[in-house]
């Protein structure tokens, strides 16, 4: 049971819908590499059009730092959405203001509108009050379908909710009845795959992750910050020095809580980030000085894998390496194997979550052999340490 207002609560009929999506997706050469979170939201688009709702999609996309930048539009998402949503989507090139604002005038019953990045506005990330009262002037009731971007309270995902009457999406719904559902009382020993890029939004949580998990593998480019903790050279590698203390901590806590923490043995390194650059094995104390670690090694490959056979769950976010080039697709596409074979052959209940990892797993062809897959990453996170995520909180209320 939902404490929350659904679709099925709303009029929608003639009513302009402020839709939150999370068009957040994996892009490679201009085009979407995964359109996972596209497909997601689909049902709710086209359910409030069916109902004769005036569509306008709200969405960040990247995280620009300052202002409107091409690279950052959502311009370049539009023909993908329309062709999965089966519909024409309009858009406009600002999400307030007076492009915005003619736009949404111009809508009839049924049509969809996606604004342009709502990050283009330091206002979003603030939770702004006239930012929201801008937003707010352009739709009569809020629908959050973003589970993905949940843990964030901005002005489209947590702000927009006490001005306007708020439901969730289909997505939002499905997310949370599912991960309850699997995850609610998960049978352990509960393993934990954790790696990607996004090392200091994600570090703090392992804080908490530890004491609610029983091993916790760390991968990616998250591992390379708990190595350099330990005195260990990293070379040119994707690296948070600063947040040494943070990892050691998260170390400490781990040992207190008899959480086992798995990292690397060796390490897949190159001196180029491109696909086919040449590239070695060596143990992870003998990066050279001018390599990045792309991938870990065959070695530590072997050690996850004994690892998922000992587990019941495993729950997964961030891939092991840089797996959108080859070869340094190895372990993550390995790892992915192995535990989508445990599923089935094990009972093993597997579940990951986030955009990359979610595009890995289609990768590595294994995304329906899981257990469940989630369209979010760090809210998935931030949901397995049991924290409140502030926009589904406020549509509790
Ligand atoms: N060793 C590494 N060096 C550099 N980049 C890496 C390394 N390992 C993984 N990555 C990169 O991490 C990125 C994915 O990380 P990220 O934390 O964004 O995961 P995610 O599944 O998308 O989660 P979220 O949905 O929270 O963004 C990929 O683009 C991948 O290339
Ligand atoms: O990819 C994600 O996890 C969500 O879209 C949230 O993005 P953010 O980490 O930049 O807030």
Redesign the pocket.
């Known amino acids: 049971m939902n404490a929350f207002k659904t679709l099925d609560d709303a009029a929608l009929a003639g009513r302009r819908v402020l839709v939150r999506v999370d068009l ?1 997706v ?1 892009m490679e050469g201009g085009a979407v590499s995964d359109d996972t979170r596209i497909r997601a939201v689909v049902p709710t688009i086209r359910e409030i059009a069916d109902k004769g709702g005036r569509v306008v999609l709200l969405a960040h996309f990247g995280r620009p730092k300052d202002g409107p930048e091409a690279k950052f539009s959502l311009r370049q998402i539009v023909d993908a959405l329309a062709e999965r949503v089966g519909r024409p989507v309009a858009f406009a090139a600002d999400c307030i203001g007076p492009a915005a604002a003619g736009a949404v005038a111009a809508l009839q019953d049924g049509d969809i509108l996606l604004l342009e990045n709502t990050r283009f506005h330091k206002g979003e990330e603030k939770n702004d009050p006239a930012f929201v009262e801008a937003l707010a002037a352009l739709g009569d009731v809020y629908v959050n379908d973003a589970f ?1 971007t949940a843990h964030r309270a901005h002005a489209s995902t947590e702000g927009l909710a006490h001005r306007l009457p708020a439901y969730a999406g289909r997505c939002m719904q499905g997310e949370i009845e599912a991960l309850e559902k699997a995850l609610g009382s998960p049978e352990r020993p509960v393993l934990a795959v954790v ?5 200091s ?2 570090i703090d949580l392992l804080e908490n992750l530890v004491g609610k998990v029983d091993i916790l593998v760390i ?6 910050t708990f190595l350099a903790a330990q005195g260990i050279a990293v070379g040119k ?2 690296c948070e020095h600063d947040l040494a203390e943070t990892a050691r901590r998260i170390l400490d806590k781990a040992k207190a809580a008899r959480c086992d923490i798995v990292l690397p043995v060796d ?1 897949v390194v190159a001196r180029e ?1 491109k696909a086919g650059a040449e590239n070695e094995v060596v143990p992870v104390d003998a990066v050279p000085a001018d390599a ?5 090694g065959p070695k530590s490959v072997a050690t996850i894998a004994a690892r998922i056979d000992g587990a019941r769950t495993l729950v997964w ?9 080859e070869p ?1 697709d190895r372990a ?1 596409v390995a790892a992915a194997r192995h535990a989508a074979e445990r599923t089935r052959s094990a009972g093993l209940l597997t579940v ?9 797993l289609n990768h590595a062809g294994v995304a329906e052999a899981f257990s469940y897959v989630s ?7 931030e949901w397995l340490e049991g924290k409140p995520l502030p926009g589904v909180e406020i549509l509790r209320k």
């Not at 976010?317 to 080039?325: K, M, R, S, T, V």
């Not at 990951?352 to 890995?360: L, Q, W």
């Open positions: 957040n994996p993905a790696g990607g890029a996004k090392v939004s994600k991968g990616g480019g998250m591992a390379n590698s994707l390490a980030f990045m670690i792309l991938d870990v976010n961030g891939p092991l390496g840089a797996f959108e080039i340094f993550t990951a979550g986030g955009g990359d990892t979610v595009a890995a369209t979010a990453g760090g809210a998935f996170l």
